[in-house]
């Protein structure tokens, strides 16, 4: 994938690149207003850094669920939009995995009719565990799972010759959901493997006692 994607371009008030060493040669009293002191020095930061940490993984997975953020630039004070829009219950809420995943899919998992995800088998995908949350996220929606197994496959017929069709979408046979399936993945892409995901909704995080 293009580093741009995970790197956008931030762009200052006039429309130029941002240059954060110039602005802390100025001084923090010689910051632009829709420069937050938190895009320069990130000890300013209004909480702990767990939560810094939290807000950006939000921004990037808020970036990344539209097209429309690929290949462009932001300038701070649509950064600071975007941050500002952030879940106020950020520091609370549970941690989790999390994927995107398209509309149909989405519905399906949110009525419980879809217990099983399907991904290929890559890096990120190695560090699922059972137990572990699965926040699923649809645009402006998302909801929470639980892993409730793990089962890996050479390739998508292998999975599917042990998986129930209808635990993955019980809107379409073994053949539609192969093809449907195949128009995401390339060729290349099903080589690394493929894994199912057992899921079930969680209504409310797990006591740590």
């Not at 200052?12 to 938190?38: F, I, M, N, Y």
């Not at 807000?55 to 539209?66: K, Q």
């Not at 949350?133 to 409730?148: A, S």
């Not at 379409?172 to 399936?181: M, S, V």
Request: net charge negative; glycine share 6%; hydrophobic share 35%.
């Amino acid at each position: 994938m293009p580093v741009r994607i995970f790197t956008p371009q931030v762009l200052a008030h006039t429309g130029a690149k941002l240059s954060k060493s110039l602005l802390r040669e100025r001084g923090k009293g010689a910051l632009p207003a829709d420069v937050e002191p938190w895009m320069l020095d990130t000890t300013t930061w209004p909480g702990d850094t767990d939560h810094y940490v939290d807000a950006l993984l939000w921004l990037v997975g808020e970036l990344l669920t539209d097209p429309k953020h690929f290949f462009r630039s932001f300038t701070v004070k649509e950064l600071g939009r975007l941050m500002t829009d952030r879940p106020a219950d950020l520091d609370q809420r549970p941690r989790a995995h999390e994927m995107g995943i398209y509309k149909r899919y989405f519905d399906l998992i949110t009525s419980g009719r879809k217990t099983t995800e399907i991904r290929v088998n890559d890096s990120s995908r190695k560090r699922l565990k059972v137990g572990d949350l699965l926040r699923f996220r649809c645009r402006d929606e998302e909801v929470l799972t639980r892993i409730t197994r793990l089962a890996r496959y050479t390739d998508f017929e292998e999975m599917f010759d042990h998986e129930p069709v209808s635990s993955v979408n019980p809107t379409a046979t073994r053949e539609d959901q192969l093809r449907n399936i195949r128009e995401i993945y390339p060729p290349e892409r099903e080589a690394l493997g493929v894994v199912a995901i057992g899921i079930e909704l969680v209504d409310a995080p797990p006591s740590e006692d």
